[in-house]
């Protein structure tokens, strides 16, 4: 007996100003935790603007397919076009999402029946830790 584990992948992709972005249709398992792992944890306080858009820059070159990545990073500095900071955050956020590392919503509900429960508890009542990833702000001091 033989047992396939191939799945469809969705095509992940995005528009900003008629622009149209694609990142890799699902990530292998070490670059996903790269990936996740720079915006999960403690932000570090005497991080520079540059140092965030330098972050964000390498997250995205390890999702987006590299026309796209090329695309993007050329729009961050473009003055007539910008993809400004706001919007790269909110795109790694959305990608994030997309590849399961950080869930929209909470899930749905047993189909056997309602369980209330209290946030950051299990069924058992046991309190479980909350993590949250969170954009990292960027504002530019002008």
Known sequence: MEKDFSKPRPQIAFTIDGDRFQAASALPGETLVTFAARFTGEEKEDRTIADQMAEFKAALELVLLPDSYELFVSRMRDQTRPIDAEQVSEVIMWLLEQYGARPTQPSSPSAVGQV???????????????????????????
Not at 117 to 136: C, D, F, H, K, R
């Open 116 to 142: 209330t429960q209290e946030p950051g508890t299990n069924l058992t009542g046991t309190v479980l830790p909350v993590e949250s990833i969170s954009a990292p702000s960027l504002h530019p001091a002008f």
